[in-house]
């Protein structure tokens, strides 16, 4: 088999299938329509990893599809996962109500469990995902007990909590590359939000469920789920209180993460447009229900646009002027998120050394963040293949820490 011809055949095939024009894909990965034709008739090769990898993205397939005999990178186990997995399989609870005990009337301990999902949250948000995910099976298994063995007086205020450690458990696996298990705790935070009757609540968990489908591959289908839940939401009586207004935005910017990954530039900047005035609205930046909402995580969004478009300058320009310390001082995900997308910017450029150095900074801080970020993964591996040891002598340590070497 040549191997060039067959890659050129598969990138044919999947743009046909995505109802791509060859000029249309050739502008998103930053080259000419001569140049695609080229490559998919076989008579030249890929010649960047970074180009095959962004050829997948868009085309909306793994690097293994369009690569003969290739299998999927390896990436970095997340350990906490195995116990997590456990925790959400066990259904201890539901041998009650199939045998149908009656509640013991005993009060459940929510307010413990409430101190540890807000303790969770926030290790979260400070992106120490390895602590977040030793605490999240304990804190499962108790919801669990707590919401079979409660008073029916109890139940609402159980089920809240409960769709709440689901959030929880929904971020942070979403976060370091466990989508499939976290749509289960999303699909989880849904019924237990509808169980509790809070219409906020149920909002939230639509919200957390829209960015694991973007990271399923499922933008489609999670931009449709985003604005019909933001219409139901504009048309409620809540909308006009501030924490009705954050997820609301909140709605709008993850519909915007799920246009760009469909590289839909006019539904992308639309979506933008909506949650900036909805942040205009909120007056300031705010963290309820941990979604970091306000007028500076609207910006961070709108680098990370311009990055998923490949418009390196626009991402530089917004990015480098973004001012990260209005956000509170436990949000070094979003901190570090911005740093990332500016890594990312740089190295469209070619400016490798603002690259790696971009990335340093990052992993100051929060190291976990640049271990389990997928696209920084893809980064590291392309600035390895192309390095040039004089001008980044920091780089193949970062990438033995981050696990790509």
């Given at each position: 088999m040549d191997a060039r011809k067959e890659i050129g055949r598969r990138i044919a095939r999947q743009r046909r299938r995505r109802g791509l024009s060859q000029a249309v894909l050739a502008q998103l990965v930053g080259r000419s329509e001569s140049w695609l034709s080229q490559v998919e008739r076989g008579h030249r090769s890929v010649d960047r990893h970074s180009v095959l990898?962004?050829?997948?993205?868009?085309?909306?397939?793994?690097?293994?599809?369009?690569?003969?005999?290739?299998t999927a990178a390896e990436v970095v186990r997340y350990e906490p996962v195995a116990a997590i997995r456990e925790a959400?399989?066990?259904?201890?609870?539901?041998?009650?109500?199939?045998?149908?005990?009656?509640?013991?009337?005993?009060?459940?301990?929510?307010r413990w469990l409430s101190h540890e999902m807000r303790r969770a949250n926030g290790l979260y948000q400070a992106a120490r995902y390895d602590e977040a995910g030793r605490l999240l099976p304990g804190l499962i298994d108790a919801v669990e007990e707590a919401r079979s063995s409660c008073a029916p007086a109890d139940r609402r205020a159980a089920d809240t909590v409960r769709a709440l450690v689901y959030h929880s458990a929904t971020m942070t696996l979403?976060?370091?590359?466990?989508?499939?298990?976290?749509?289960?705790?999303?699909?989880?935070?849904?019924?237990a939000a509808e169980a509790a009757e809070r219409p906020l609540l149920a909002a939230v968990s639509a919200y957390r469920l829209g960015y694991v489908?973007?990271?399923?591959?499922?933008?489609?289908?999670?931009?449709?789920?985003?604005?019909?839940?933001?219409?139901?939401?504009?048309?409620?009586?809540?909308?006009?209180?501030?924490?009705?207004?954050?997820?609301?935005?909140?709605?709008?910017?993850?519909?915007?993460?799920?246009?760009?990954?469909?590289?839909?530039?006019?539904?992308?900047?639309?979506?933008?447009?909506?949650?900036?005035?909805?942040?205009?609205?909120?007056?300031?930046?705010r963290n309820d229900f941990w979604s970091a909402f306000g007028p500076t995580n609207v910006a961070i969004h709108e680098v990370s646009a311009a990055v998923a478009f490949g418009d390196a300058d626009s991402a530089l320009r917004r990015g480098e002027s973004l001012d990260v310390d209005r956000l509170g001082p436990g949000?070094?995900?979003?901190?570090?998120?911005?740093?990332?997308?500016?890594?990312?910017?740089?190295?469209?450029?070619?400016k490798d050394a603002a690259a790696v150095n971009t990335l340093l900074r990052a992993e100051q801080v929060s190291p976990e963040l640049v271990r389990y970020d997928s696209r920084t993964n893809e980064?590291?591996?392309?600035?390895?293949?192309?390095?040039?040891?004089?001008?980044?002598?920091?780089?193949?340590?970062?990438a033995h820490r981050a696990g790509v070497l």
């Open positions: 990898v962004r050829l997948a993205e868009i085309l909306g397939v793994e690097v293994s599809r369009l690569i003969p005999g290739e959400m399989t066990h259904y201890g609870a539901l041998p009650r109500v199939v045998h149908g005990r009656v509640s013991t009337g005993r009060r459940p301990p929510l979403s976060r370091v590359g466990e989508a499939e298990l976290a749509w289960t705790a999303a699909d989880r935070a849904v019924a489908l973007i990271r399923l591959r499922r933008a489609e289908q999670a931009e449709d789920l985003l604005l019909r839940t933001a219409d139901a939401l504009a048309a409620s009586s809540r909308r006009a209180r501030p924490p009705a207004l954050s997820v609301h935005g909140g709605l709008y910017l993850a519909a915007a993460a799920a246009a760009a990954a469909r590289f839909d530039g006019a539904g992308t900047a639309r979506h933008l447009e909506a949650a900036q005035e909805l942040a205009g609205r909120l007056g300031g930046d949000l070094l995900g979003r901190r570090a998120q911005v740093l990332l997308d500016l890594a990312r910017a740089y190295g469209l450029r070619r980064l590291l591996t392309e600035l390895v293949r192309r390095e040039h040891r004089v001008s980044t002598p920091e780089l193949r340590g970062l």
